[in-house]
């Protein structure tokens, strides 16, 4: 399956405010159902560095950085498109543009994410607790 990964482009802001709710809606079981349906994809994107993938010109994936930090704060793929590699490649494609470690938080509760961290190379570092539960905290260098 072949993906095209490139910077956000304003116009792709509609298509990843849907692509947000559904795969919140999809996932997230440790939230509660209102926070899986909210609209807050501007709000929890603002200020980050934003890469997409698209199939055929549609919105499959992206990957938000907090670029002060070096810290991944979403990393989201359409269900059909999780398990082919996408995510790896969303993230090689952050690592290739910036200077040092990685860092991001994942839900304990995520086990599929947790999973995919620890394949594809990243360390838990530490855990703590967040209004949403215990998280891990993995770093990539």
Same mark, same amino acid.
């Given at each position: 399956?072949?993906?095209?990964?490139?910077?956000?482009?304003?116009?792709? !802001?509609?298509?990843?405010?849907k692509l947000y709710i559904d795969?919140? !809606?999809?996932?997230?079981?440790? &939230?509660?159902?209102?926070? @899986? *349906?909210?609209? $807050?994809? #501007?709000?929890?994107?603002?200020?980050?560095?934003?890469? /997409?993938? =698209? /199939?055929?010109?549609?919105?499959?994936?992206?990957?938000? /950085?907090?670029?002060? #930090?070096?810290?991944? +704060? +979403?990393?989201?793929?359409? @269900?059909?498109?999780?398990?082919? %590699?996408?995510?790896?490649?969303?993230?090689? $494609? /952050? =690592?290739?543009? *910036?200077?040092?470690?990685?860092?991001?938080?994942?839900?304990? %509760?995520? &086990?599929?994410?947790?999973?995919?961290?620890?394949?594809?190379?990243? =360390?838990?570092?530490?855990?703590?607790?967040?209004? +949403?539960?215990?998280?891990?905290?993995?770093?990539?260098?």
């Amino acid at each position: 399956m072949e993906w095209e990964i490139s910077e956000f482009k304003e116009e792709d !802001r509609a298509e990843l405010r849907k692509l947000y709710i559904d795969v919140r !809606r999809e996932t997230f079981g440790w &939230l509660g159902a209102e926070n @899986r *349906i909210k609209d $807050t994809f #501007d709000i929890d994107t603002k200020g980050e560095d934003l890469i /997409v993938a =698209k /199939v055929e010109d549609r919105i499959v994936g992206f990957v938000s /950085v907090w670029l002060p #930090d070096n810290f991944v +704060h +979403h990393l989201y793929i359409k @269900r059909a498109y999780q398990g082919k %590699g996408l995510g790896r490649d969303l993230i090689n $494609t /952050v =690592k290739s543009r *910036i200077k040092g470690t990685l860092a991001l938080k994942c839900m304990e %509760g995520n &086990l599929s994410a947790v999973k995919f961290y620890q394949k594809t190379g990243w =360390k838990m570092k530490s855990k703590g607790i967040s209004e +949403h539960g215990v998280y891990i905290l993995f770093e990539l260098d």
